[in-house]
């Protein structure tokens, strides 16, 4: 089983910066494939990139690429989201989840999520 706890979000002017973190208890880590979501209020839960067990792949909503990179460290049990770039429509609160497939889009593809942590983004 692993649990997971995000943090990093805070308030944040359109334009600038922040980098979320993720980190997982339990010692098969590197195993999961993690991803990012995101929902904002009054609208369902959104993918926003994922990342492979060994880090080599990974995947984006085109609403972030260019702007959000995610990243792993397997030594620190931690996967990351850099957050560049930041918009109003970027607000919602943000999960992180671990799935033991292959990296996937979809939410039903992952059995372990985190509480969330809220990024507000100001014009």
């Known amino acids: 089983q692993v649990q997971l706890v995000e943090s990093g979000g805070r308030l944040v002017q359109a334009g600038g910066s922040l980098r979320l973190s993720c980190a997982a208890s339990?010692?098969?880590?590197?195993?999961?494939?993690m991803a990012w979501f995101r929902q904002a209020p009054g609208k369902e839960r959104e993918f926003v990139a994922a990342i492979s067990w060994s880090g080599s792949s990974t995947y984006y909503a085109a609403s972030v690429k260019g702007r959000f990179t995610i990243a792993r460290d397997n030594a620190k049990n931690t996967v990351y989201l850099q957050m560049n770039s930041l918009k109003p429509e970027d607000t919602a609160v943000y999960y992180c989840a671990a799935s033991v497939s292959t990296l996937s889009t979809r939410p039903e593809a992952y059995t372990y999520w985190g509480q969330g942590t809220q990024v507000t983004v100001s014009s």
């Open positions: 339990g010692r098969t880590f590197s195993s999961y494939a």
